[in-house]
């Protein structure tokens, strides 16, 4: 089977973030699978002059590679409805899009673009029936999960170089809880962006996980907490994992003897004391995880669950709606692409006053960031198409 990954192959698109988890994940576990993958860049919009020209080379790099499976992961509106719907109607290759926090970006980005796919996917069991109730039908409840090549064995307790560690992004309450613990005697090694260490590669991470008596995970995001790729990266690495609860742990691993778990600061300090101390017990719920996850939680299982998902999704969608002779035009997706003078203005003003109050790249990042909050709110699922306003005043920012 031929698979078009479509998603960015560093975070954020910026390659001084380091490989992004997804293309990390997806692209060897669908090889190891015996499929044929090309990946398309559609995050990092340095080597395109807008989104118009960008959204034209999928169409003909679709056209070109013939895939049966076309797997994306969107950040928000960079790939246009008017897009997907061109390639949905084809009828020839299976779209499926892996949605990432929809605990709060379903009402973002996931209800707007999701009937432009054969199929979407979730990890959040509580998504499902809002996907349903706005007429979504072909949602596949997923899961992260550890990449079979970072599988390695654990460390004994005496073995390991970092006591604590944590990898990860420095935003939110993450620096104020590092501090807290370093308040309490015990201190982090803390890698990733915005940490004094900075980033680290993603061949590093497996190393320190698995190199550390302690691996921490923060669960927090925007609502409640959830389940992210660390969960299963840690122990998968052979790494013993103490992470904040999120809803639906108990479904992967039995919490005390495969991973462990806090719900406050002090009950944190108290098992990092306690798992420092006992150094058998952290040695047996290392293995025990480990185990888990090499048996149950690799990609390449959910990798097989999305792409028969996807093709029995498209089945599902030709039986209800019959190839139409007339499929719809892209000439008009880029004249609605085109910015307006009045656009031009309003671009220009609000440019002005984020980066003079924030500096350019702050700035920037603010001035599209309160387009896109009004236009979704506002002007719905229009947003995502190629006449929005973030994509047309924003190109590549």
């Known amino acids: 089977m031929k698979v078009l990954c479509v998603f960015g192959k560093y ?68 790939i246009w409805l008017e897009t997907l719907k061109i390639i949905q109607s084809q009828g020839d290759v299976a779209t499926i899009s ?31 029936k809002k996907y349903h109730q706005d007429n979504i039908q072909n949602v596949l409840l997923s899961q992260w999960a550890a990449s079979s090549e970072t599988f390695n064995e654990p460390l004994p307790f005496e073995s390991c170089r970092y006591p604590v560690s944590f990898v990860g992004r420095s935003f939110g309450n993450r620096i104020q809880r590092i501090y807290e613990l370093q308040k309490h005697g015990i201190e982090v090694a803390t890698f990733g962006h915005g940490w004094p260490t900075g980033s680290v590669s993603g061949e590093e991470i497996p190393l320190i996980m698995r190199e550390s008596i302690i691996s921490l995970n923060f669960s927090n995001s925007i ?120 656009l031009q203005i309003i671009r220009s003003s609000l440019l002005w006053t984020t980066i003079l109050i924030l500096g350019q790249e702050k700035g920037r990042r603010a001035a599209r960031k309160i387009v896109f909050e009004i236009s979704w709110r506002v002007f719905k699922q229009n947003t995502f198409m190629a006449s929005g306003w973030t994509g047309r005043m924003f190109p590549g920012y």
Do not use: C
């Not at 380091?18 to 990390?24: K, L, Q, R, S």
């Open 223 to 342: 609502g409640e907490n959830q389940i992210k790729a660390r969960t299963f990266e840690v122990p998968g690495s052979g790494g013993f994992l103490l992470t904040e609860y999120a809803p639906g742990l108990e479904n992967y691993y039995v919490l005390g003897k495969e991973i462990e778990v806090f719900h406050e600061i002090p009950e944190l300090i108290e098992k990092i004391n306690y798992y420092l101390e006992h150094p058998e017990e952290r040695n047996a719920i290392a293995w025990a995880g480990f185990e888990r996850t090499r048996r149950e939680h690799n990609y390449e299982i959910r990798m097989r669950e999305v792409l028969e998902f996807a093709i029995k999704s498209k089945e599902i969608w030709l039986e209800n709606n019959p190839i139409q002779l007339a499929q719809p035009s892209f000439h008009y997706a880029l004249q609605a692409h085109e910015i307006t003078f009045v």
């Open 11 to 78: 975070q954020y698109g910026n390659p001084a973030r380091g490989i992004n988890t997804e293309y990390a994940a997806f692209v060897p576990a669908l090889e190891k699978l015996g499929h044929e993958v090309v990946h398309f860049e559609s995050w990092d919009m340095s080597g395109y002059i807008s989104y118009a020209e960008m959204n034209k080379s999928l169409l003909e790099t679709v056209e070109q590679v013939q895939p049966d499976v076309m797997l994306t992961v969107q950040m928000h509106y960079e």
């Open 98 to 128: 892996w949605t990432t926090d929809d605990s709060w970006k379903y009402r973002q980005v996931s209800r707007y673009i999701g009937n432009a796919y054969h199929a979407m996917t979730t990890t959040y069991p509580q998504m499902v």
